[in-house]
C-alpha cells in the first residue's frame, strides 16, 4: 500500500492510511457510475488491512474503530446505490 501521508485533526497529528483514501473518494465519488468500483476499491484496501491486523496483530483500537465506521458507511453507500439503480432503471 502507498505510504501514509498527514493531515491535521483537532490540534494533533494523525495519518491517513490507503484504505481511509480509498473510503474518502468512495462516499465522496458523486458520479454514479463511479460508485461501485469506488466502493469496491475501499472495500478490497479495508479487506487487506484486516487481513494485516490478523498476521501481525498490528492496529490501534481507534483504527480498528475507524474500520468499522468505514464498513458501515459503505453498507449504507450501498444501499444507495441500489436504490438509485431502482429509481433510474
Known amino acids: 500500500m502507498g ?3 498527514s493531515r491535521k485533526g483537532s490540534g494533533k ?3 491517513t492510511s490507503e484504505w481511509e483514501k480509498l473510503y474518502q473518494a468512495a462516499i465522496l465519488e458523486t458520479n454514479w457510475s463511479k460508485i461501485e468500483q ?7 484496501a479495508i479487506g487487506a488491512r484486516l487481513h494485516d491486523f490478523s498476521v501481525d496483530h498490528g492496529g490501534t483500537p481507534e483504527e480498528k474503530q475507524r474500520i468499522q465506521d468505514a464498513l458501515s458507511g ?15 432503471g
Open 3 to 5: 505510504s501514509p501521508e
Open 13 to 15: 497529528r494523525t495519518m
Open 38 to 44: 469506488r466502493i469496491q476499491s475501499a472495500d478490497s
Open 74 to 88: 459503505l453498507s449504507v453507500l450501498r444501499r444507495e446505490v441500489v436504490e438509485h439503480r431502482s429509481k433510474a
